[in-house]
């Protein structure tokens, strides 16, 4: 199939999605719904439908009890603690996962500069060739307070609270987000990059499908993730 014709196939949400996250790499922030009226040739409520069927399908996230794109992984349309530089711009990320996982949408050299959630201190992490080259300080965690079972239960609320980096293990003990061993999780950047290579590589494809459980789960196994807290 040639790519006019792949293009002329793909669904109004498929073809919809890929705008929201080339709008975004291009401009740094989400088009707004008035833009998709225009651009698709939709109607309002079309254009509501189909954002609303993005949503449903874990594509992007909407400000609630609004039609405003919130978010579309790894962006975010609001200022976070989470700065990505790449290619030359410079973007917000949900949170720290987010932040290092633009490495793994887009295949480019990245910087991450952040914060510690506990203390302030700056953070900054590089990213080449599939790798963490530069980790600072060193003992630096990306920490998940939630299980991946509960993320989707408040998405918002997961990726801007629960998702965040630490300077190193006494501070993440010390901080008010600390949870059981058993229901969070604490890993590397270097980790965290290869974690996201199956659910962001192939992002900016017209194409893009998440993953399914069996698949992640068998990637969570592949790095050494196991447990209770890894199975979804």
Request: glycine content about 4%; aromatic content about 10%; charged content about 15%.
């Amino acid at each position: 199939m040639t790519t006019i014709q792949h293009a002329n196939a793909a669904t109004l949400a498929q073809r919809v999605r890929l705008f929201v996250y080339e709008h975004f790499l291009e401009h740094g922030v989400p088009p707004v719904v008035e833009q998709l009226v225009a651009d698709f040739a939709l109607t309002r409520d079309a254009a509501l439908d189909v954002l609303g069927e993005l949503a449903g399908s874990r594509s992007l996230a909407l400000v609630k009890g609004t039609s405003r794109i919130l978010m579309a992984w790894p962006f975010s349309a609001v200022a976070t603690p989470f700065v990505v530089h790449v290619l030359g711009k410079t973007y917000f990320a949900n949170c720290s996962w987010d932040a290092i996982a633009f490495h793994a949408m887009l295949g480019q050299d990245v910087r991450v500069d952040s914060f510690c959630h506990h203390c302030a201190r700056p953070i900054v992490i590089e990213l080449r060739g599939g790798h963490a080259t530069l980790v600072d300080p060193p003992p630096t965690l990306v920490y998940l307070a939630l299980r991946p079972t509960q993320w989707w239960e408040d998405i918002i609320t997961t990726c801007s609270n629960t998702m965040v980096f630490f300077c190193s293990a006494e501070h993440r003990d010390a901080s008010r987000l600390s949870a059981p061993a058993d229901e969070a999780a604490s890993i590397t950047p270097e980790l965290t990059q290869q974690l996201s290579v199956p659910l962001y590589a192939n992002r900016l494809r017209l194409d893009y499908t998440r993953p399914g459980a069996d698949e992640l789960n068998a990637h969570f196994a592949s790095l050494g993730l196991t447990g209770p807290y890894w199975r979804i």
